[in-house]
Nanobody
């Protein structure tokens, strides 16, 4: 069974920074899987924040480009999301996602709350 556990959320003032972590465990070969971060704000649909492939290629939503950085440490089975210059509109529950290979099964973490005050 695969588990994804997020950490690092919290309350921060606008302009501040947070670093989210997602640790994966279970019967996986972490390094071959694509990883991502999604978020769901109040009254909104879940949306992509950033993704990183097994090869290290990154993709960002337009509103996060230049402020957020996704990275991975395959030795620690962990993916990170560095968030800088946070804005109140970044307030959301942030979810870690794994697209497992070769099954292409999607796994989700339980989410971590990020609240940005103005």
């Amino acid at each position: 069974q695969v588990q994804l556990v997020e950490s690092g959320g919290g309350l921060v003032q606008a302009g501040g920074s947070l670093r989210l972590s997602c640790a994966a465990s279970g019967r996986i070969f972490f390094s071959i899987n694509d990883m991502g971060w999604y978020r769901q704000g109040p009254g909104k649909q879940r949306e992509l924040v950033a993704r990183i492939t097994s090869g290290g290629t990154t993709t960002y939503a337009d509103s996060m480009k230049g402020r957020f950085t996704i990275s991975r440490d395959n030795a620690k089975n962990t993916v990170y999301l560095q968030m800088n210059n946070l804005k109140p509109e970044d307030t959301a529950v942030y979810y870690c996602n794994m697209l497992a290979r070769p099954s292409r099964t999607n796994y989700w973490g339980q989410g971590t709350q990020v609240t940005v005050s103005s």
